[in-house]
């Protein structure tokens, strides 16, 4: 919403939200900052506004509504320094268990091209077969069977590269000399 001060966590949970004024309605939260949390819903809202929720594996909070744009809104938890230092672990611990990340920007298309089997070859010289998963300009998603460390150097076909993530059963390699965009198409061959 602002700027926020700090970490941002992002988590996904239902809420149930309430006030003597106005009826229950459904909420999911989005994320928690130093601000508070955020939480979006089709409700219509008003800063200063005093609610209850019941977060799934949180539990019911006395909050006020600090910020309120479209359909997301930020509150700020009732409570001593204990109660919100308690709160702040179990949406940080349940942050970490969901593992949201936000889909990385990409700067260039991918494509998955024809010829999936390609040569990688270690600076050492050893070589071995790697399955290609997609490809852009910039870089290489590959299935490998061996553990490339992150950062080293690699030839994939004739293109060298930097390993730079792992997931599972493979890497993701950014090119040492970015591909002409027009070079990707799926009879291109590495």
């Not at 490339?148 to 950014?174: K, N, P």
């Given at each position: 919403?602002?700027?926020?001060?700090?970490?941002?966590?992002?988590?996904?949970?239902?809420?149930?939200?309430?006030?003597?004024?106005?009826?229950?309605?459904?909420?999911?939260?989005?994320?928690?900052?130093?601000?508070?949390?955020?939480?979006?819903?089709?409700?219509?809202?008003?800063?200063?506004?005093?609610?209850?929720?019941?977060?799934?594996?949180?539990?019911?909070?006395?909050?006020?509504?600090?910020?309120v744009i479209g359909q997301?809104?930020?509150?700020?938890?009732?409570?001593?320094?204990?109660?919100?230092?308690?709160?702040?672990?179990?949406?940080?611990?349940?942050?970490?268990?969901?593992?949201?990340?936000?889909?990385?920007?990409?700067?260039?298309?991918?494509?998955?091209?024809?010829?999936?089997?390609?040569?990688?070859?270690?600076?050492?010289?050893?070589?071995?077969?790697?399955?290609?998963?997609?490809?852009?300009?910039?870089?290489?998603?590959?299935?490998?069977?061996?553990?490339?460390?992150?950062?080293?150097?690699?030839?994939?076909?004739?293109?060298?590269?930097?390993?730079?993530?792992?997931?599972?059963?493979?890497?993701?390699?950014?090119?040492?000399?970015?591909?002409?965009?027009?070079?990707?198409?799926?009879?291109?061959?590495?």
């Amino acid at each position: 919403m602002t700027g926020a001060v700090g970490p941002r966590h992002v988590v996904v949970l239902p809420a149930l939200c309430w006030n003597p004024r106005r009826q229950d309605f459904y909420a999911v939260t989005a994320d928690v900052t130093a601000e508070g949390i955020r939480l979006r819903s089709a409700a219509r809202l008003a800063v200063g506004e005093d609610l209850t929720c019941s977060i799934r594996y949180i539990g019911q909070l006395d909050v006020r509504i600090t910020q309120v744009i479209g359909q997301e809104f930020v509150v700020s938890v009732r409570g001593g320094r204990a109660t919100l230092n308690g709160l702040a672990r179990q949406f940080v611990t349940l942050a970490r268990a969901q593992n949201v990340r936000p889909e990385p920007l990409r700067g260039h298309r991918r494509i998955v091209p024809a010829q999936k089997t390609v040569a990688i070859t270690l600076e050492s010289g050893l070589s071995f077969p790697g399955h290609v998963l997609n490809v852009s300009a910039s870089g290489i998603g590959l299935l490998v069977d061996r553990v490339l460390e992150l950062g080293e150097i690699i030839t994939i076909g004739s293109r060298a590269a930097r390993v730079a993530r792992h997931f599972e059963h493979g890497i993701g390699a950014a090119f040492l000399g970015p591909l002409e965009p027009d070079a990707v198409h799926a009879t291109m061959t590495l």
